[in-house]
């Protein structure tokens, strides 16, 4: 009611309305009967206007949809909240409605915060005694609506043009939490470029305090409230939503969240928090203590005035209820207990009990609180505040005194007997009996309060000028009355008559005392007349509603209902009467449509969605607010308010839908795709175009593609600007299919690519070119690199062939003839000569051999002999054949056979024996001083099984680096390339040995460290004899 007696009084000083039409305004307002708490609780802006569309009273709804109230609203510029272009827009509608029609008109307006508001209005003349004396208006907000029909439409054009320019920050990050990608939002936000965030913990953003809210177990969707730091040292304060996105066994394999700057908030918050800490300073100051009593701990939380009152000196705010009821004075104790036990029932308490404080003062106290419950956990709490009353109650003791001479007089009247002080306030000192039957209050209630509280405001003034006029002609008093309103205990106006007298106080600095009597003039027939006229009127709110209104008793049964309603359900009048709701809602639904009802039945409305039947069987989606219908302070129906939402809900799927299928085709096709816009700059990029291309969705969203992407025609000729294929099909519209170019990557490499492109389209006109592209390097490399293996490996077999035959064939000529020469009688120098020679021919005999082994073992022409041999004589052999050579060189040979080693085999004993020398040579070759150690054994030993033949040749030679063993098995290779032109060799022995055990199928390794020798190990598998 506060709204209706601030905008009346602002309209009077302001702008005067004729008396006649506005009192019948204002009686239609005050007394609205059944509709009432329709009015106030309608989710719509309701509002009443007089015919110069200057506006009476409003809603609440009034406020939620336009930010104003009606104090504001009064004195705002009309261009404001119309716009200049459109302030004199209601002129033809109001003009309208003043012959007697109800119109309904869409329009916008301007919220108190600069947005607009689309609504969607209806104006309805109030007619009393065939006379238009005022105009209901109707607003609805459709500003949602008419976005998501908007919604639907931006959908279909390239989604990610949001994504990337939304102001809210988006991030996805690995399951350990590393970055992976976040939106360009961050830079506007935090500071950073994406780029300089990517790869790095997401924690590393976070106030080390704040962290601990995102450790797992977290709520998913759950938002959280964190401080991030910037780039330049300050910190955001962000709003964050996180989901964990999981594969098919449930594992988080990436998380994706939502973060808004939220700083303004936050500050407005720690505004909020100073206006309370000057609250309780203004509290301190009036004298005011506040409390919070938790009902579930027993906890008492004091402010520091509670204590001051109490006397009590502690560093803590709070206290134990027991320890309290200490404090109260012994007579009053049961009473204070019993009224807080009361609290609990009554959600309130106000007392005023005696206290003891530590100094042994007694002080009186008004304390007074309402039970509060925290709908999350369920706590209880009763908060109030106390005052020290203790001189007023001094105060009223000496007016008491005075007043018991004529109490029992005063006690038996039918009029209401009171008397107030003579000052600003009126106060009440005293009231009579009668007072509960004339406004319904008990005395006490009255008592202290200022009677201005309980006057209507437009008779403010008329009882001012009577007090005024008594004090000042007090002999006067008795012939002059003055009539108002005073407000009921019940809520409505009493008409009140009223003569005064005024005494002076004979104590200085105290004020006088005026003693009314007061009678009831109100005339009921008039109220009745009234209260029947607003129903009547208050009832085209419900025939005009655009939604549908359905009224119900407290049993669920249906007693009426307007227009849409009938058309919502299919059902007229008469059929639907005495109907219990839930037979029009969904059976799956029932159930919570019926705990809706059960709350609005206890005075909370509610405001859901649920699906109706309707007479034909099809099913509506609606969105329900139901309220109590209140009747004389009780609670006597519900009001049902159904808005179909069925379209607006198949908007969201399809944007849903078209949203999900555009993600869908984008992230799992191969070939690369991107987008231009007209003026030449990159729209979006998908994950193939951007690993393809070397470019990253930041780097070419909104830049120029021309100096991001160039490619050339096949032969490397550059297109002209006119004539590429991108630029002709933006500017034609036509398909373009070209079958080879070559593309540019941003580090300068190029790839052969086959492309169309496309245009994109808005309302027929073109707004860019969508290019789809594939990679066709790989395939022109593996077919030339096909043909040139082809060609090198028939090359190969020939040139090895020719080598075999025609270098053999004269090498083991000279070769024999050497060896005829030295059977020849020669000097000392001749016989050296050829004996180098021989030893050279035979070297270069071995390196073809060798040479011939690796042909046939990279062709598979090698071909394993078994046969029976003597293993320990083949060892033996091997080892006398290198024996001279290892004591020329002063080395220590020995060799070690285990005993079960035995004697017979089967196997390739030439193949083995080659392994062997080759190995034995080369550490004989690389080994300068020490020893060589041959040692053999078995690894297990069975008829069935055979044996796994172990040899091990260790030295003392050179040694090998560490970084050169896995290239020590390969073709060709040397691990010591100076050395080698010391030692000699090819690099191709140790990997025919290789080839050779694992054609066996045996294995071959080594352990060896550089100048300290080594050690080369085999193990063959062989059959016994």
């Known amino acids: 009611m506060c709204f209706y007696i601030k905008g009346i009084r602002k309209i009077e000083r302001d702008r005067p309305l004729d008396n006649h039409e506005h009192e019948i305004l204002q009686n239609l307002i005050s007394e609205s009967g059944s509709y009432r708490s329709l009015f106030e609780y309608h989710p719509d802006a309701i509002y009443v206007m007089d015919k110069k569309g200057n506006y009476i009273y409003t809603n609440p709804g009034v406020e939620k949809i336009s930010g104003y109230t009606i104090d504001t609203l009064e004195h705002v510029d009309r261009s404001k909240i119309f716009g200049a272009e459109r302030i004199e827009m209601r002129s033809p509608y109001l003009a309208e409605v003043l012959q007697g029609k109800s119109v309904q008109f869409q329009t916008h307006i301007y919220h108190r915060q600069g947005h607009l508001i689309d609504l969607d209005v209806t104006y309805t003349p109030i007619v009393i005694d065939e006379e238009i004396v005022g105009i209901y208006g109707i607003a609805k907000d459709i500003t949602a609506r008419n976005d998501v029909e908007q919604k639907l439409v931006e959908a279909e054009r390239m989604y990610r043009l949001i994504s990337e320019n939304a102001d809210d920050l988006i991030t996805c990050s690995d399951a350990d939490g590393m970055i992976t990608y976040i939106s360009p939002s961050v830079e506007k936000i935090l500071g950073f470029l994406p780029s300089e965030l990517m790869q790095t913990l997401s924690t590393d953003l976070i106030y080390a305090e704040d962290i601990l809210q995102l450790e797992p177990p977290f709520q998913s969707r759950k938002a959280v409230q964190i401080r991030c730091v910037c780039k330049n040292k300050t910190y955001k304060w962000i709003e964050l939503t996180v989901k964990a996105i999981k594969d098919e066994n449930g594992v988080t394999v990436q998380y994706m969240g939502i973060g808004r700057d939220i700083t303004a908030r936050k500050e407005s918050e720690e505004q909020l928090r100073k206006s309370e800490e000057r609250l309780a300073l203004a509290q301190s100051i009036a004298g005011f203590g506040c409390w919070d009593w938790n009902l579930d701990t027993q906890e008492l939380v004091c402010s520091d005035k509670f204590l001051e009152i109490l006397g009590v000196e502690s560093p803590s705010a709070k206290l134990l209820y027991r320890h309290f009821l200490t404090m109260v004075h012994h007579e009053d104790r049961d009473k204070v207990r019993y009224a807080f036990r009361q609290s609990v029932a009554q959600e309130h308490v106000n007392i005023e009990c005696r206290l003891v404080d530590q100094h042994h003062q007694i002080k009186t106290v008004h304390i007074q609180g309402t039970l509060v419950a925290d709908d999350n956990d369920g706590t209880r709490q009763i908060v109030g505040t106390i005052q020290d009353i203790t001189e007023s109650r001094l105060m009223e003791d000496l007016i008491r005194e005075s007043e018991r001479q004529y109490r029992m007089l005063s006690n038996n009247t039918l009029d209401l007997i009171s008397s107030h002080t003579a000052d600003e306030e009126l106060s009440f000192i005293y009231t009579s009996a009668s007072v509960k039957k004339l406004i319904g209050y008990e005395g006490e209630e009255l008592i202290g309060k200022s009677a201005f509280s309980f006057y209507h405001p437009e008779d403010y003034q008329a009882v001012r000028d009577y007090i005024t006029w008594i004090t000042e002609m007090p002999e006067h008093s008795k012939s002059k009355t003055v009539h108002y309103r005073f407000q009921h205990k019940a809520g409505h106006y009493v008409w009140l008559e009223s003569t005064a007298t005024y005494t002076p106080s004979q104590i200085e600095g105290i004020a006088g005392t005026v003693i009314a009597v007061s009678r009831d003039v109100t005339d009921r027939k008039l109220a009745e007349q009234r209260l029947h006229e607003s129903e009547q009127r208050y009832k085209s709110l419900v025939e005009y509603n655009p939604s549908g209104v359905y009224s119900f008793d407290l049993q669920g049964r249906l007693f009426n209902l307007n227009p849409v309603a009938e058309i919502q359900s299919g059902y007229d009048r008469t059929r639907l009467k005495n109907t219990y709701f839930a037979e029009l809602i969904h059976p799956d639904l029932r159930e919570e449509a019926l705990n809706r009802f059960n709350r609005a039945k206890m005075g909370m409305p509610q405001n859901y969605e649920t699906v109706l039947v309707h007479h034909t069987g099809h099913q509506i989606e609606v969105n329900i607010t139901n309220v109590p219908i209140i009747v004389s302070g009780e609670i006597t129906g519900v009001f049902g308010i159904a808005t179909d939402i069925t379209e607006s809900k198949k908007y969201v799927e399809q944007i849903k839908k078209i949203s999900d299928e555009y993600n869908l085709i984008l992230s799992s096709v191969s070939e690369g795709i991107y987008g231009v816009d007209a003026d030449g700059n990159g729209i979006f990029l998908n994950a193939a175009a951007s690993s393809m291309l070397g470019v990253t969705k930041e780097e070419f969203i909104g830049s120029p593609v021309r100096d991001l992407l160039m490619h050339t025609r096949s032969d490397g000729e550059p297109y002209a600007a006119t004539h590429h294929p991108v630029e002709l099909t933006m500017q034609d519209s036509i398909s373009r299919r070209v079958t080879e170019d070559v593309f540019f990557r941003r580090d300068g490499s190029s790839f052969f690519a086959s492309y169309q492109t496309n245009a994109l389209r ?64 020669l000097n000392e120098e001749q016989a050296s000569y050829i004996h180098i020679i021989r030893q050279s021919g035979n070297e270069l005999m071995q390196i073809i051999n060798d040479i011939m082994d690796v042909h046939r073992l990279e062709n598979g022409n090698v071909e394993l002999e078994e046969e029976l041999f003597d293993l320990r004589e083949l060892i033996d052999d091997v080892y006398q054949w290198f024996l001279p050579t290892a004591q020329s060189k002063y080395l220590v040979f020995d060799k070690h056979i285990e005993q079960e080693v035995p004697k017979l085999a089967r196997g390739d004993m030439p193949r083995i024996k080659q392994v062997l020398v080759n190995i034995i040579g080369n550490a004989i070759k690389f080994t300068e001083k020490g020893n060589i150690h041959l040692s053999a054994g078995v690894s297990y030993l069975s008829q069935d099984q055979g044996m796994m033949l172990n040899f091990q040749i260790t030295d003392t030679g050179i040694g090998i680096p560490a970084d050169k063993l896995s290239e020590l098995f390969h073709s060709f290779s040397q691990v010591h390339p100076v050395m080698n032109r010391r030692y000699g060799g090819t690099g191709l022995g140790l990997f025919i040995c290789k080839n050779l055990i694992e054609l066996m199928n045996g294995t071959i390794g080594v352990n060896s460290q550089e100048h300290q020798g080594s050690t080369f190990y085999f193990s063959i598998p062989l059959q016994l004899a």
């Open 762 to 825: 808005d309302r027929e006109k073109i707004v860019g070119v969508v290019v789809v592209f594939s990679d066709r390097t790989n395939e022109k490399a593996i077919i030339e690199a096909k043909e040139s293996a082809e060609r090198a490996a028939y090359a190969k077999s020939q040139f090895i062939s020719m080598m075999s035959h025609e270098i053999r064939t004269p090498m083991n000529g000279i070769v024999g003839m050497a060896e005829l020469m030295l059977d020849l009688d």
